[in-house]
């Protein structure tokens, strides 16, 4: 989540001035925090926390809410599996860690429009993000092999990482 935010310019991430706690009190912020869990929650457990380091640890217990809120409001740094319990995704997260990481990420991007497949491309700390969203839940190995269907052309050997958000 991304690492999911994960703090970088992840689609969870809250303005730091806007990220009070009176401002998750109103009833417009309570409707976005919904919107998100609807789009980017497939499931409560496991999720993963960022460590000091960068690496991040899967934690198998149940995210609350206040998790979740400080990871918007970008005190905590969080990665989410795409995958539900029954192994369906709505969404994939492409990760590249890497200083050529948003050129990189971009390529997929032209190969995933070529196919018609629009996506959602971020920056992040360490390289950038590429989102494909879908309408209804898919398969997740039919999502993560058009995926690697693209990558598998574009690169010999895979320099863009499986995220702990999408391909896992």
């Known amino acids: 989540m991304t690492g999911a935010n994960p703090s970088s310019a992840h689609p969870s991430s809250a303005h730091a001035g806007t990220s009070g706690p009176a401002v998750w009190s109103r009833p417009e912020a309570q409707l976005l925090l919904l919107e998100w869990e609807r789009r980017f929650l497939s499931r409560r457990q496991p999720y993963a926390r960022q460590q000091e380091d960068g690496s991040y640890r899967w934690v198998f217990q149940r995210l609350d809410r206040l998790a979740l809120l400080a990871h918007l409001q970008g005190k905590e740094t969080l990665a989410l599996t795409s995958r539900d319990e029954v192994n369906q995704c709505r969404w994939v997260c492409v990760d590249a860690d890497a200083p050529d990481g948003l050129v990189q990420l971009r390529l997929v991007q032209q190969a995933l429009k070529s196919q018609g497949l629009p996506s959602l491309l971020e920056q992040s700390r360490r390289g950038g993000h590429l989102w494909l969203f879908f309408t209804l839940p898919q398969p997740a ?28």
């Open 141 to 168: 190995s039919l999502a993560t092999s058009v995926v690697y269907g693209l990558l598998d052309p574009l690169y010999s050997i895979r320099t863009v990482t499986q995220s702990a958000r999408g391909l896992s």
